[in-house]
């Protein structure tokens, strides 16, 4: 492993799944998520997290399987889910789309197979000091396990774009994640990441 690996593991990991846990699971028991398909789920931590204190089953979809999961992850080619139209209650990605070259077609591959909500974490793009940071972090947290890194974060009207797109409701939006502690809050939590639920019309 890297030093920036070893760095991110010891200093960022473990705080950022609490904080992403506590807050997720506060929209799962608020908006009554029965099942949750987690569309590249990674080590599925997250995921093995939730299941364990609300009592849901979660799936895990990747196009990287890592060699170690918490949770079975099936894999998939990146465009085509497979699975039935609005078949699953809810679905979920965490720090996905900015990996993606096209979100858009992927975002809606994901609506597709969606039958009431969509939770998404990822980051918004203010301007260039922002990109930088984004940059750094996604550098520290992914380059350890291979994973791409088009470092193609999207703005805030292209977001809300694509929500609308898709015909999806916002019903929950939180800029105000604390996923960091102490000199690392002041620089990377700011206004750079978001966790939304939407609804799906």
């Given at each position: 492993?890297?030093?920036?690996?070893?760095?991110?593991?010891?200093?960022?990991?473990?705080?950022?799944?609490?904080?992403?846990?506590?807050?997720?699971?506060?929209?799962?028991?608020e908006f009554?998520?029965?099942?949750?398909?987690?569309?590249?789920?990674?080590?599925?931590?997250?995921?093995?997290?939730?299941?364990?204190?609300?009592?849901?089953?979660?799936?895990?979809?990747?196009?990287?399987?890592?060699?170690?999961?918490?949770?079975?992850?099936?894999?998939?080619?990146?465009?085509?889910?497979?699975?039935?139209?609005?078949?699953?209650?809810?679905?979920?990605?965490?720090?996905?789309?900015?990996?993606?070259?096209?979100?858009?077609?992927?975002?809606?591959?994901?609506?597709?197979?969606?039958?009431?909500?969509?939770?998404?974490?990822?980051?918004?793009?203010?301007?260039?000091?922002?990109?930088?940071?984004?940059?750094?972090?996604d550098y520290?947290?992914?380059?350890?396990?291979?994973?791409?890194?088009?470092?193609?974060?999207?703005?805030?009207?292209?977001?809300?774009?694509?929500?609308?797109?898709?015909?999806?409701?916002?019903?929950?939006?939180?800029?105000?994640?604390?996923?960091?502690?102490?000199?690392?809050?002041?620089?990377?939590?700011?206004?750079?990441?978001?966790?939304?639920?939407?609804?799906?019309?």
């Amino acid at each position: 492993m890297s030093i920036s690996g070893k760095f991110h593991d010891k200093f960022v990991y473990d705080r950022r799944m609490s904080q992403l846990h506590d807050h997720i699971s506060k929209l799962i028991s608020e908006f009554g998520c029965e099942r949750i398909l987690d569309v590249g789920a990674g080590d599925g931590k997250i995921d093995s997290m939730l299941m364990e204190t609300n009592n849901i089953p979660i799936t895990g979809i990747d196009v990287l399987v890592r060699d170690v999961t918490y949770i079975p992850v099936e894999e998939y080619d990146g465009s085509h889910i497979n699975r039935e139209d609005n078949s699953v209650n809810t679905t979920m990605m965490i720090d996905v789309l900015h990996h993606i070259d096209d979100p858009e077609a992927v975002f809606k591959e994901v609506v597709r197979v969606t039958d009431k909500y969509v939770i998404i974490k990822d980051h918004i793009r203010h301007g260039f000091i922002s990109y930088i940071k984004l940059k750094m972090m996604d550098y520290v947290g992914n380059k350890q396990y291979s994973v791409r890194l088009p470092y193609n974060y999207l703005t805030a009207e292209r977001w809300n774009k694509m929500f609308k797109d898709n015909n999806l409701e916002v019903v929950s939006y939180n800029t105000d994640l604390k996923l960091y502690k102490g000199l690392f809050h002041l620089l990377f939590d700011s206004n750079l990441h978001f966790i939304t639920i939407l609804k799906k019309s």
